[in-house]
């Protein structure tokens, strides 16, 4: 898992080697978030110039090249928002994607005594149905910098890390 700063160096070294990572991003967009959760992948993906007033984002999930669900396809403003989390020797972020009574919430955490998690939860009505934990090293640009820059809102409704 990488933190907000080595999350930057990863992508560059990525692009600089050549090396293509696994995403259900397009190469016109910019990898917000991505990991192979074993047969599928998850990813939050950017298009245009992302801040306050431009760009979209888009939460992508399914086998490599074979996305089964790609949302939002229209504004996304009102359905995505973010936290964080402050732990023991660590913390971590999230963002959420919520289409009607579902939330799929992709996260990156570290803490003392616990380690890396990354994956993404999905909950219904509040509910916890799905974790699935990332299985590499997930690309994230996901934190608080990202947040601001991109004028993302704070989410009202806490996640408990899974």
Known sequence: MTNWLSGAAVLLAAAVSGAHAATLCTAKEQVI???STGAKL???CAAGDLSAGVGSLTYRY???GKPEMSYPSG?????VRSGTWTFSGGGGAYL???REAFRYIVYTAIG???GEKAGVAVEQNGRLLTNQAC???PLSEIGPDFFSNSGI????????LP
């Open 33 to 35: 978030f991505s990991c």
């Open 42 to 44: 998850v990813s939050v």
């Open 62 to 64: 399914g086998p490599p």
């Open 75 to 79: 504004p996304w403003r009102g359905v």
């Open 96 to 98: 959420t994607f919520r």
């Open 112 to 114: 003392r005594g616990w």
């Open 135 to 137: 299985r590499d090293k």
């Open 153 to 160: 809102p704070d989410d009202a409704t806490p996640f408990e």
